[in-house]
């Protein structure tokens, strides 16, 4: 079976759990929850079977073994998480506003998760994985994206395959060097998982029909976009697949789009034909939205059958 492989940002994140316009007024606030996109996405891999494991770094402390823990529970290889005595696990505050929309505080930028290395355990972890996929942000950071080209050029060397979700926050496309690299790994991909209107990062396209023929045409074998509340679509050379999202009320957006990547690719790993595969996927981004906390809603393969169970028989 494919071993998936990701790298990059392992923190915790600290929740407000009321609305407010200052974390003053969205009281009390709960956590420390394990997160990271990265993180999220591979517990997603872990939790459905998978063989998995992520590179990263964390400090040696109690957020470090927030995650530790959880990634070993739900079945991620940890051997490529390196510990920094010394260094601080990242966190990231998040609250409500009062209209719904997020507002985070991180503390990442000096965090241990920015310095990843070339580690010896790195190195074979890296050897015994097939698949390969990548986040945005894990190019943001020098080292992290020189530590994502290696393995992303070792993976595809031997055969294997590459997915990556740009995953990126506005602020920051503006990094030095960011924009030549994403370009080069697009170059590499062989499923690319864009939310909404992220297609349009790569493509001069006015449209997103447009941009979907322009991206499969440079050689991406399948598109995958995620739609939030309005589902999701995929398209390959053999047309397009689209399924509608399943009515959930939603608890917490983050880490939906992690968790239905992590779905995703683990059936399509598996050979599952596209329409199954984002069934799956949708399911896990359904669930991942009624939990409060970023990977307190990744799923197991019961708990999406049940999902997509309920939806057919609602
Ligand atoms: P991202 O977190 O990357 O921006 P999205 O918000 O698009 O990703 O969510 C990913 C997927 O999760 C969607 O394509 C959909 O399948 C599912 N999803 C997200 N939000 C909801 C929701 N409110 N209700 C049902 N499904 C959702």
Same mark, same amino acid.
């Given at each position: @079976?494919?071993?998936? =492989?990701?790298?990059?940002?392992?923190?915790?994140?600290?929740?407000?759990?009321?609305?407010?316009?200052?974390?003053?007024?969205?009281?009390?606030?709960?956590?420390?929850?394990?997160?990271?996109?990265?993180?999220?996405?591979?517990?997603?891999?872990?939790?459905?079977?998978?063989?998995?494991?992520?590179?990263?770094?964390?400090?040696?402390?109690?957020?470090?073994?927030?995650?530790?823990?959880?990634?070993?529970?739900?079945?991620?290889?940890?051997?490529?998480?390196?510990?920094?005595?010394?260094? $601080?696990?990242?966190?990231?505050?998040?609250?409500?506003?009062?209209?719904?929309?997020?507002?985070?505080?991180?503390?990442?930028?000096?965090?241990?998760?920015?310095?990843?290395?070339?580690?010896?355990?790195?190195?074979?972890?890296?050897?015994?994985?097939?698949?390969?996929?990548?986040?945005?942000?894990?190019?943001?950071?020098?080292?992290?994206?020189?530590?994502?080209?290696?393995?992303?050029?070792?993976?595809?060397?031997?055969?294997?395959?590459?997915?990556?979700?740009?995953?990126?926050?506005?602020? @920051? =496309?503006?990094?030095?060097?960011?924009?030549?690299?994403?370009?080069?790994?697009?170059?590499?991909?062989?499923?690319?998982?864009?939310?909404?209107?992220?297609?349009?990062?790569?493509?001069?396209?006015?449209?997103?029909?447009?941009?979907?023929?322009?991206?499969?045409?440079?050689?991406?074998?399948?598109?995958?976009?995620?739609?939030?509340?309005?589902?999701? $679509?995929?398209?390959?050379?053999?047309?397009?697949?689209?399924?509608?999202?399943?009515?959930?009320?939603?608890?917490?957006?983050?880490?939906?789009?992690? $968790?239905?990547?992590?779905?995703?690719?683990?059936?399509?790993?598996?050979?599952?034909?596209?329409?199954?595969?984002?069934?799956?996927?949708?399911?896990?981004?359904?669930?991942?939205?009624?939990?409060?906390?970023?990977?307190?809603?990744?799923?197991?393969?019961?708990?999406?059958?049940? @999902?997509?169970?309920?939806?057919?028989?609602?």
């Amino acid at each position: @079976m494919s071993k998936v =492989l990701t790298v990059g940002e392992v923190l915790v994140e600290i929740v407000a759990t009321t609305r407010g316009d200052g974390f003053r007024e969205a009281q009390p606030l709960i956590g420390p929850f394990p997160s990271g996109a990265p993180a999220i996405f591979i517990d997603q891999v872990g939790k459905l079977g998978t063989p998995c494991a992520i590179l990263s770094r964390v400090g040696d402390d109690d957020f470090g073994r927030v995650n530790l823990d959880r990634l070993v529970a739900d079945g991620v290889d940890v051997s490529g998480i390196e510990i920094a005595p010394g260094e $601080s696990t990242g966190s990231a505050f998040v609250r409500y506003r009062e209209d719904g929309s997020r507002a985070f505080v991180y503390n990442i930028t000096h965090a241990a998760c920015g310095r990843i290395n070339t580690t010896p355990g790195g190195d074979a972890l890296i050897e015994t994985c097939d698949h390969m996929h990548l986040m945005g942000t894990a190019l943001s950071a020098p080292g992290l994206a020189r530590r994502a080209g290696e393995a992303i050029e070792r993976i595809k060397a031997r055969g294997g395959t590459l997915s990556f979700d740009p995953n990126l926050r506005p602020e @920051m =496309l503006g990094a030095p060097g960011l924009r030549e690299a994403l370009e080069r790994v697009l170059g590499q991909t062989d499923l690319f998982l864009p939310s909404g209107e992220e297609i349009f990062l790569f493509t001069k396209a006015q449209d997103e029909a447009g941009a979907v023929a322009e991206l499969l045409a440079r050689g991406i074998g399948e598109i995958v976009i995620k739609r939030g509340s309005g589902g999701a $679509s995929h398209f390959s050379a053999e047309g397009r697949t689209d399924v509608d999202s399943i009515p959930v009320e939603e608890i917490d957006p983050t880490g939906a789009g992690d $968790s239905f990547g992590g779905a995703f690719v683990s059936f399509w790993l598996a050979g599952a034909p596209p329409a199954t595969a984002l069934a799956y996927a949708n399911a896990a981004g359904a669930r991942a939205v009624t939990r409060l906390g970023p990977m307190e809603g990744t799923s197991n393969r019961a708990e999406l059958d049940a @999902m997509l169970a309920s939806h057919v028989e609602g």
